[in-house]
């Protein structure tokens, strides 16, 4: 199936900057169909880039309607209304680990779950390390589910001169898993990297 719509959740792990990109990479090719927002990314975003809750759900809401992680009364809610496709990015170990063993007790979870019952794509980016057996059991379990995982990891043969080049790369391989087409990227292109 092409990937028309999306959504996505931000949760409470380091990496709000490819979340911030990916919004940005996504909002020109498909119909971002609403925006979850854990308490803790809210943390995050202040700590990491500066911006209070208040600004950072502004910068949000110029992509899509903006939800919390505890509203089980939006249209995500529900296998009735759900995008083409999910995008977890940062996934939060307890996030993952509550979708991996079906706990709908938060949005994300809950939207999540619908998405895998519906067996659309869904794409969870974890940013841990490093990672033990609880962690591991759990990712795996999500990829038995249908999920497609894409650890927000570095890369150098892309040859990197600033964050930003880590963070395309990440937001990159994560549009890569749902087959969306971007350009934001060095690919490898084989013997020719590695010179004599």
Known sequence: ??????SV?????SAVRVSLRLLEVLSSRVE???????????EVAQHEEGLEPKAFREVLSGYSKVYSDRDMTSPLASSSNQPDAMIIAPASMKTVGLIA???STTLAS??????LRLRRKLVVAPRETP?????????????????LVVPL??????????VEDFVDFGVGKILDALGIEVDIYER?????????
Do not use: C, H, Q
């Not at 959740?9 to 792990?13: L, N």
């Not at 990672?131 to 999920?147: D, K």
């Not at 990891?153 to 600033?162: A, V, W």
């Open 153 to 162: 990891t570095i890369s150098f043969y892309i040859k990197p001169k600033r």
């Open 110 to 115: 809950r939207a999540a779950l619908a998405i």
């Open 32 to 42: 971002i169909r609403g925006i979850i927002v854990s308490d803790g990314a809210y």
């Open 188 to 196: 490898w292109k084989g013997e020719d990297y590695l010179g004599d």
């Open 131 to 147: 990672l033990g057996e609880a962690e591991l059991r759990n990712l795996l379990r999500l990829s038995t589910m249908g999920a």
């Open 9 to 13: 959740a931000i949760t409470g792990s």
């Open 1 to 6: 199936m092409e990937v028309r719509s999306v």
């Open 101 to 103: 063993n079906g706990i």
